[in-house]
C-alpha cells in the first residue's frame, strides 16, 4: 500500500495518537495540570497523583488509538469497537482519578 | 490625555490588527485583479462562508465555555454522507439503498441533525459529567465518528443526488443562494440563543468562570451536554449544505475545518480563554478568513505557501487572544 493510501486510513488515528503522547509527556514532564484541566477549575488536591494518573489515562488512549489504526486495515468494525471500550474505559477511571485527586 | 488616547489607539491596533492587515490584503488584491470585485465572486465568497459560519456558529459556542470540539469535521463528513444516502435518486447506479425511495430533503436533513445531536450528546456527558477534558473527549468522538462513517459508507464517495437537494446549493431565493439563507438564518437563531436566552447567560457564566457558575446555582452539565448537541446538529447541518453544494460526500468532507472554524472565531474576537465572543465575533472571523484565503488565490500565491499563510494568521490571531487574556488579568 501506498503511503497515501495508508495515511487516508490511518492518518486521523495516527494525528491522535500524536496529540495525545504530546500531552500525556507534557504533564509527566512539566507537571501543568492546567494544559488538561484548564485555568477555571478548581487547584487539584494532589498534584502528582493527579499528574501520573492522567497522564497514564492519556497514554492509555494514545495506545488504543494506535491500535484502532493498525486495525483498520484488518477489520474496520473491530477498530471502531475497540476505540468505543477505550474510550469508555477511560471516561469512567477519568471520572474516578477526578474524584480522588481533582479539586 | 493625549497619552491614554495614543495608547487606545495602539491597543485598537494590536487588538485588531490581524483584520486590519486582512482588510488591506483584501482592498489590494481588490484593485490588483480584474475579476475580484465581481458580483459573481462576491456570490462564490458567500456561498463559501455559508457553510464555515454554520461551523463557526456551533464551535463559537464550545469556545465561549473555554471548550472546543475537533470533532466538528468528521462530523460534518458524517452529515454529508447520511445525507447522501438519503437523497440519491432511484437510477442511479451505485445507488448506496437500492430500494429505498429518495427522502424529501427537509427530512433527510432532521434526521442528518438528530443523528449528528446524539454523538454531540454523548460528547458533551463525556465533558460534563466525566469531567474528560473537551479536546480529550472531542479527539476521542473525532475518532468515533471517523470509524463510524468509514463503516456505514464502506468508504465509498457518495453522489448521484435527486434534484431537489442539488437545488438547495444552487437555487436562489431573491436573487441570494438558499445556502446563505440558510446561514443568515442559522446565524439570527445563534444570536437569539446567545443574548435573550438564559441557556445563552449560562453559557458566559461558565466560560468566565465555571466554580463561580456552579456556585452561583448555573445547572453547568446540562448548559455543557446541551452546547455540544447543539453544536453537532450544526455540523449536520453544514455537512448537509457543503454535499448539497458540491452534489456529493465522502468521509473526508470537511477535513480539517473545525481547526479553520477555531482559527475564524479567535480572529473575530472570540476568546479561546472563555466568557466572551458574539455571534458578529464569529461572522467577523469567517468572513474575513475566507477573503483571506481568496485574496491568496487571486494573487496567485502557490497552494502550500497558502496554508503557510494561514497557520501565520492562525498563531498571530491565537497570540494577539492571549495577549488580551493576560492584559485582563
Not at chain 1, 494514545?62 to 484488518?74: D, E, G, Q, R, Y
Not at chain 2, 466568557?275 to 478568513?289: D, E, K, M, N
Request: charged share 10%; proline share 2%; aromatic share 12%.
Amino acid at each position: 500500500m501506498q503511503s497515501e493510501g495508508f495515511l487516508e486510513v490511518a492518518g486521523i488515528p495516527l494525528l491522535l495518537f500524536a496529540v495525545l503522547v504530546y500531552y500525556g509527556v507534557r504533564l509527566l514532564v512539566m507537571k501543568d495540570v492546567t494544559a488538561i484541566r484548564g485555568k477555571h477549575k478548581p487547584p487539584v488536591k494532589d498534584t502528582a497523583m493527579y499528574v501520573k494518573s492522567a497522564s497514564s489515562l492519556i497514554f492509555f488512549l494514545a495506545f488504543a488509538t494506535l491500535v484502532m489504526a493498525f486495525l483498520m486495515f484488518i477489520n474496520t468494525y473491530a477498530a471502531l469497537g475497540e476505540f468505543i471500550a477505550a474510550t469508555l474505559i477511560m471516561g469512567i477511571l477519568w471520572r474516578r482519578m477526578e474524584q480522588k485527586y481533582g479539586g | 490625555m493625549a497619552k491614554m488616547n495614543r495608547k487606545k489607539i495602539n491597543d485598537f491596533l494590536i487588538n485588531n490588527g490581524v483584520i486590519i492587515v486582512m482588510f488591506v490584503l483584501v482592498i489590494y488584491t481588490g484593485f490588483t485583479s480584474d475579476n475580484f470585485f465581481t458580483s459573481n465572486n462576491l456570490m462564490n465568497i458567500l456561498m463559501n462562508i455559508s457553510a464555515r459560519l454554520v461551523i463557526a456558529l456551533g464551535i463559537a459556542g464550545c469556545v465561549i465555555t473555554a471548550g472546543c470540539d475537533l470533532s466538528a469535521g468528521r462530523m460534518i463528513g458524517f452529515g454529508g454522507c447520511i445525507a447522501g444516502t438519503l437523497l440519491q435518486k432511484m437510477d442511479y447506479s451505485n445507488k448506496f439503498f437500492p430500494d429505498m425511495e429518495p427522502l424529501n430533503p427537509f427530512i433527510a436533513l432532521l434526521i442528518v441533525m438528530v443523528i449528528c445531536a446524539l454523538f454531540g450528546t454523548v460528547t458533551g456527558f463525556f465533558i460534563a459529567y466525566l469531567s474528560v477534558p473537551p479536546f480529550i473527549a472531542t479527539l476521542a468522538m473525532m475518532e468515533i465518528v471517523y470509524g463510524i462513517s468509514m463503516i456505514y459508507t464502506k468508504a465509498t464517495p457518495l453522489g448521484g443526488y435527486v434534484k431537489a437537494y442539488t437545488d438547495i446549493g444552487s437555487g436562489k431565493f431573491l436573487g441570494i443562494n438558499y445556502l446563505i439563507w440558510i446561514a443568515v438564518i442559522v446565524a439570527a437563531i445563534t444570536w437569539f440563543i446567545f443574548n435573550m436566552t438564559r441557556h445563552g447567560k449560562y453559557m458566559y457564566a461558565i466560560g468566565g468562570n465555571m466554580q463561580a457558575a456552579e456556585v452561583a446555582g448555573v445547572p453547568v452539565k446540562l448548559t455543557l451536554i446541551l452546547i455540544y448537541m447543539k453544536a453537532a446538529a450544526m455540523y449536520g447541518l453544514a455537512g448537509f449544505m457543503l454535499g448539497a453544494k458540491s452534489g456529493g460526500a465522502s468521509v473526508q468532507l470537511g477535513y480539517g475545518y473545525e481547526m479553520e472554524a477555531i482559527a475564524a472565531c479567535t480572529i473575530g474576537g472570540v476568546s479561546v480563554t472563555g466568557g466572551r465572543g458574539r455571534v458578529s465575533s464569529a461572522v467577523i472571523g469567517v468572513t474575513v478568513f475566507e477573503l483571506l484565503k481568496v485574496a491568496l488565490q487571486y494573487l496567485g500565491v502557490d497552494a502550500n505557501a497558502q496554508y503557510i499563510a494561514i497557520g501565520i494568521v492562525i498563531f498571530v490571531a491565537i497570540s494577539l487572544d492571549i495577549r488580551k487574556y493576560i492584559a485582563k488579568k
